[in-house]
């Protein structure tokens, strides 16, 4: 079994910070690329921001500038520091891991993490 934990999530004000952890646990080989969606209400779910095990990063364009993925390889652990948050980054925040837990690669996300950001 493989578990996706995030925290960090909460209540802000408009220009405030949050930094948000997921730390994969369970039968893992190892990871690939780990990364952050969001989903706020009546709108699709989005990719925010992915790394790979080498450190490579993808941003919406929407965070680039204001946002930070990281990963520490050695904790199975993720991080997205947000900084000048914005109303709109208000969402639910879902950790996502794409990692190899036997012959086999699959993706998991985990139960998500409330950000909410006030004007």
């Known amino acids: 079994q493989v578990q996706l934990v995030e925290s960090g999530g909460g209540l802000v004000q408009a220009g405030g910070s949050l930094r948000l952890s997921c730390a994969a646990s369970g039968s893992i080989f190892s990871i690939n690329t780990m990364g952050w969606d969001r989903q706020a209400p009546g709108k699709q779910r989005e990719l925010v921001a992915s790394?790979?095990?080498?450190?490579?990063?993808k941003y919406v364009d929407s965070v680039k500038g204001r946002f930070t993925i990281s990963r520490d390889n050695a904790k199975n652990t993720v991080y997205l520091q947000m900084n000048s948050l914005k109303p709109e980054d208000t969402a639910v925040y879902y950790c996502n891991a794409h990692l190899v837990t036997g012959p086999s690669a699959y993706d998991y996300w985990g139960q998500g993490t409330q950000v909410t950001v006030s004007s």
């Open positions: 790394i790979t095990s080498g450190g490579g990063t």
